[in-house]
């Protein structure tokens, strides 16, 4: 399994709510329509603050699962790609503090716990 991490900001000025319900009804179905055919699984971990926490640096977490570095190189190709990259971009500025965003990979070890 090769696991996509990004780390998101929603754009300043923009509530939790509006963040959250662009990013589902809107964001969402782009990242959907890109990622069939190459993606196992497409999460989005909406961050809750703590009572009596700071701000969290990020709203979201979003999780892109494939089986394979293969499939990986062939959706970067894909998002690449002029067509996805703009339409992808054009969202992105209505959503997100892009300058915030971070994604990196993550290898995973699980413990047992009974």
Do not use: C, Q
């Amino acid at each position: 399994m090769f696991k996509l991490i990004t780390l998101l900001k929603r754009r300043p000025g923009m509530t939790r709510e509006a963040f959250r319900d662009h990013y589902e009804s809107r964001h969402r179905l782009i990242g959907e329509k890109y990622l069939t055919g190459f993606a196992d699984h497409y999460v989005r971990r909406y961050v809750e603050p703590l009572p009596g926490g700071g701000e969290p640096g990020h709203d979201v977490i979003m999780e892109i699962w494939l089986p394979d570095r293969a499939r990986f190189e062939a959706l970067m190709r894909r998002l690449a790609e002029p067509e996805a990259a703009a339409e992808i971009a054009e969202d992105e500025e209505r959503l997100f503090d892009r300058a915030a965003t971070l994604t990196f990979t993550v290898s995973e070890v699980a413990s047992v716990m009974n």
